[in-house]
């Protein structure tokens, strides 16, 4: 794995021990407009690492050291993520230019990196998020067409492997009161979704199920509580109740 090192002067000291890996879309007309951006000082912006489309990967920052990707957000009651997370920017218009498809030849890098990182550091399967999933609110990056079932086979992070009903009704809409509401946000929390367990169907909490979904069952993106969204949220959480008592 080669690796250019190209530094920016965006980070400062970590405080936390690293826990996750965060993965973003650049989001930008191209790769090196990032780069410039996360390496211009008056950004205040970067990321541990960039990889481009054409598997190129640029080392930031150093790992030792908090880059400044995640901005406001929260993940399993921890709002400084920067301290506590490796952050890679992934080039890709993302939807601001079409969403375009990532060449496998860029997963192909990212899957070496992350490996790489999950490895030295001990991240576990539930490590790995996507920056929509810890700023549900203002973020959809890496986005619904992020390959994270192929990732998952090659052992970066987990994936929901499991047939699901054949039955797809919505459940609970918009506004909805019900105990139904409350154990698909405690099934969330307990993810590490910021939500709170409230058993209304809320505008926060209708967010964070897109964010879910985007990740998911990008199929289907529409913040509603569904029976396969439901299916594969238990999956998820009893993989989780595994993996820690394992
Ligand atoms: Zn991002």
């Not at 218009?93 to 070496?112: C, K, N, R, T, W």
């Not at 959809?140 to 970066?156: M, N, Y």
Request: glycine fraction near 8%.
């Amino acid at each position: 794995m080669k690796i250019t090192q190209t530094p920016s002067p965006n980070h400062d000291a970590r405080t936390l021990p690293v826990s996750l890996l965060v993965l973003h879309y650049t989001g930008m007309e191209t790769g090196q407009a990032a780069l410039e951006r996360m390496c211009a000082g008056a950004a205040k912006v970067s990321a541990h690492y960039m990889v481009a489309e054409d598997g190129h990967i640029s080392q930031l920052v150093d790992e030792s050291r908090r880059a400044w990707h995640a901005g406001l957000s929260e993940w399993a009651g921890e709002s400084n993520i920067n301290s506590a997370s490796i952050g890679i920017e992934i080039v890709n218009g993302g939807h601001d230019y079409g969403l375009p498809d990532f060449p496998d030849v860029q997963i192909e890098a990212l899957m070496s990196l992350c490996r790489d990182i999950q490895t030295r550091h001990n991240i576990s399967l539930f490590g790995l998020v996507a920056h929509s999933d810890i700023a549900p609110e203002r973020k959809q990056d890496p986005g619904e067409k992020f390959p994270w079932q192929k990732l998952a086979a090659h052992g970066i992070g987990y994936w929901p492997d499991l047939k699901l009903s054949a039955k797809t009704q919505t459940l609970f809409e918009k506004g909805a009161r019900d105990r139904g509401v409350a154990i698909v946000q405690s099934g969330l929390a307990y993810l590490g979704y910021a939500v709170e367990v409230t058993g209304v169907l809320d505008a926060k909490t209708q967010c964070i199920l897109c964010a879910f979904q985007r990740r998911y069952r990008p199929a289907r993106i529409d913040g509603q509580i569904d029976v396969h969204t439901m299916e594969i949220l238990t999956d998820l959480a009893n993989a989780k109740k595994t993996a820690r008592t394992a």
